[in-house]
């Protein structure tokens, strides 16, 4: 059964630092292109993050600087490092196979992060 399960967030103040992990089952990360995505409160999901399957990476220009992506191919899961926190970063954070989600119209929960002092 495919399944994807986003864990790691919580509530932190600015300037604060995160690892965000992403486990899937049912299938192997490495073999897919991989999306850090996010929703903030009232915005569309957008792509943050991405490790493609021969390991290249890439970030979203905004959030360059304070945002690494890696994964771990024995745990098949997929990392997100967010370093220097600010409000902006609140969101509920999933990951995903890209372009296209791993099984259509699936998400797994997400993991809520909340920025504030």
């Known amino acids: 059964q495919v399944e994807l399960v986003e864990s790691g967030g919580g509530l932190v103040q600015p300037g604060e630092s995160l690892r965000l992990s992403c486990t899937a089952s049912?299938?192997?990360?490495?073999?897919?292109?991989m999306g850090w995505y996010r929703q903030a409160p009232m915005k569309q999901r957008e792509l943050v993050a991405l490790i493609r399957s021969n390991g290249i990476t890439s970030i979203e220009s905004s959030v360059k600087g304070r945002i690494t992506i890696s994964r771990d191919i024995a745990k098949n899961t997929v990392y997100l490092q967010i370093d220097s926190l600010v409000p902006e970063d609140t969101a509920v954070y999933y990951c995903?196979?890209?372009?296209?989600?791993?099984?259509?119209?699936?998400w797994g929960q997400g993991t809520q992060v909340d920025v504030s002092s």
């Open positions: 995903n196979t890209y372009p296209r989600t791993v099984r259509t119209g699936y």
């Open positions: 049912g299938w192997r990360v490495r073999d897919n292109d």
